[in-house]
Structure formats: structure tokens, C-alpha cells
């Protein structure tokens, strides 16, 4: 999914210039080598911390079913744009409960997402768009 993600940036933000981080470093190696030929200057990261410094996007696809903490809050400066789209089901998180107190929160469809997604560990009420 993160190469779909990242072609949909380029085609519709212009955006060309990826890091790539995942455990499995296999992994990043695989979506570097499916992505060459399309435009992209890619650098894969060593961590999670690399691969986000000073970003202005950060996308999270993990496959990994259970809570995990893929961005904790010091990683994540002010402003910047997250496409969390790995909490999928319910049990399954990336983002620090901190990130998401501090963020304007947007999602398709508020009844799914508060079962299968990131603010699944927020209050039912807590505002979301």
C-alpha cells in the first residue's frame, strides 16, 4: 500500500522525494525497487526517527495486528500532515495516544474508525472530522 500512497502523492502533490523505514529493511528494499523508474529520489532510513526528521508527510502502513506505537509524539513536530492508514482493525494502532490529543483529526467514516482506527484509543466522544 505505501507504494500507492506514494505515487498518489506525486500525481496529485508533486511530491518526489521519499524515506523509507521498515523493520523488515527487506521490505523498504522491495518498495524502493518497485517504485524505481517512477520519478522518485528514495533514501531508506535506518529508523523511524530518520525517516521522519523534518518532514512535512508522514504516511504509516503497518502490518503488524496489535497497539503499537510507530510515531511516538516527540517524533512528530507541529504541523506536520500524518496518512495513518495501518490501524485497520480493531486492536491495531501506529500513533502514540499523544499525537492524536494534539491533532485535528480526519476521517472517512467516524462510527468505523472509532472501532478500527487510530482513535480507537480516544474517548467515543472526542471530535473528529
Known sequence: QS?????????LL???RLRLY????QA???CARNLAGKGFDITICATGQDAVEGVDIITTVTADKQYATILTDNMVGSG?????????CPGKTE???DILLRSDIFVEFPPQTRIEGEIQQLDADHPVT
Open 3 to 11: 507504494e500507492f500512497q506514494a505515487i498518489a502523492f506525486k500525481a
Open 14 to 16: 508533486g511530491i518526489d
Open 80 to 88: 506536520v500532515h500524518i496518512n495513518a492508514v495501518g490501524g485497520d
Open 95 to 97: 500513533l502514540h495516544r
Open 28 to 30: 523498504s528494499e522491495k
Open 22 to 25: 521498515d523493520i523488515d529493511r
